[in-house]
């Protein structure tokens, strides 16, 4: 097959096809949310264990390469969650996934705050 024809394959697929879990079935929608969140919560994760670095809590480095680890997390997740908010439609309680791109919005706001804060300790104390 030629180029156009695969284009043209794959086009006609459906592009939201159901993904099966155990307690029923995720749409498109909802896994793009789910995705957006679980990075965000990567980059909140990262943002916190790099403040307690940058602290002198946990470790014995500065905290730097997690602070920017979260940063660039946070923001990716953040624009994950707003693409999703951006390209869904209806509202909350559809099962477009718009109440959970909304979370993953917030958490990686949440995580690029706590990167800027570890960063900025790091350059305080360093």
């Given at each position: 097959?030629?180029?156009p024809?695969?284009?043209a394959a794959a086009?006609?697929?459906?592009?939201?096809?159901p993904?099966s879990v155990?307690a029923?079935?995720?749409?498109?929608g909802r896994?793009?949310?789910?995705?957006?969140a679980v990075?965000?919560?990567?980059g909140v994760?990262?943002?916190?264990?790099?403040?307690?670095?940058?602290?002198?809590?946990?470790?014995?480095g500065?905290?730097?390469a997690?602070?920017v680890t979260?940063?660039?997390?946070g923001?990716v997740?953040t624009?994950?969650?707003?693409?999703?908010?951006?390209t869904?439609?209806g509202?909350i309680?559809?099962?477009?996934?718009?109440?959970?791109?909304i979370?993953?919005?917030?958490?990686?706001?949440?995580?690029?705050?706590l990167?800027g804060?570890?960063?900025?300790?790091?350059?305080?104390t360093?």
């Amino acid at each position: 097959m030629s180029v156009p024809h695969l284009v043209a394959a794959a086009s006609a697929a459906p592009a939201a096809a159901p993904i099966s879990v155990a307690a029923g079935v995720l749409g498109a929608g909802r896994v793009g949310a789910t995705v957006a969140a679980v990075v965000a919560l990567v980059g909140v994760v990262a943002g916190g264990l790099a403040l307690a670095r940058s602290s002198g809590r946990t470790g014995t480095g500065s905290g730097r390469a997690g602070a920017v680890t979260a940063l660039a997390v946070g923001l990716v997740g953040t624009g994950l969650a707003g693409l999703h908010l951006a390209t869904s439609t209806g509202g909350i309680g559809t099962g477009n996934g718009r109440a959970g791109a909304i979370v993953a919005l917030v958490l990686g706001l949440v995580g690029m705050v706590l990167g800027g804060l570890a960063l900025t300790r790091t350059r305080r104390t360093g």
